[in-house]
């Protein structure tokens, strides 16, 4: 997905944070924390919260990658021929991403157990949908939330969080 900037007359990526399009072409913007989360949700921590824009329809934006998720993949004119990525998990499984060292660090929703991961220096929680990772203070990471595929398709090198097999 690309975001539009009126300002910059700019196309930035999502997964990323840099510009593909337009003047400000290879700059890249700082991560910030975020959560990604319900308005439920977030109303109930943050009643005092306001919008910045009306909704949308629900039944109209849901409907526009209604038919790219029935595919059960990426349509590869997006990605190009060189994007491959493995079969893990379906192609449209969420995963919460984030950058350790300028490299991608992923970390697959579904493999995800409730409750706090531990994963060196990080602390992964998930709460049925809502996934955040933590830093050894407790502070929010930066992270972006994306496909299974897209990982591999942004993020060549990066590596991927799996769970520990108990052994025995």
């Not at 993949?73 to 491959?84: D, S």
């Not at 949908?129 to 930066?142: I, S």
Request: contains cysteine; proline residues 7%.
């Amino acid at each position: 997905m690309l975001y539009w900037d009126r300002e910059t007359q700019s196309f930035w990526s999502q997964m990323t944070g840099e510009c593909v399009v337009g003047p400000s072409t290879g700059k890249k913007l700082k991560w910030i924390p975020t959560e990604v989360t319900t308005w439920a949700k977030w109303r109930a921590r943050h009643p005092k919260s306001t919008v910045l824009a009306p909704v949308w329809d629900k039944k109209r934006y849901r409907g526009a990658y209604r038919s790219y998720h029935r595919r059960g993949k990426p349509i590869a004119r997006f990605l190009g021929n060189k994007v491959t990525y493995p079969k893990t998990y379906k192609a449209f499984d969420l995963c919460t991403i984030i950058r350790v060292n300028g490299k991608g660090r992923c970390y697959p929703h579904p493999a995800l157990p409730e409750g706090e991961t531990k994963d060196g220096a990080f602390t992964v929680v998930k709460t049925g949908d809502h996934v955040v990772v933590k830093d050894a203070t407790g502070k929010l990471v930066p992270a972006v939330q994306g496909y299974w595929f897209s990982f591999f398709a942004f993020y060549e090198g990066g590596t991927v969080w799996a769970p520990t097999k108990k052994k025995g």
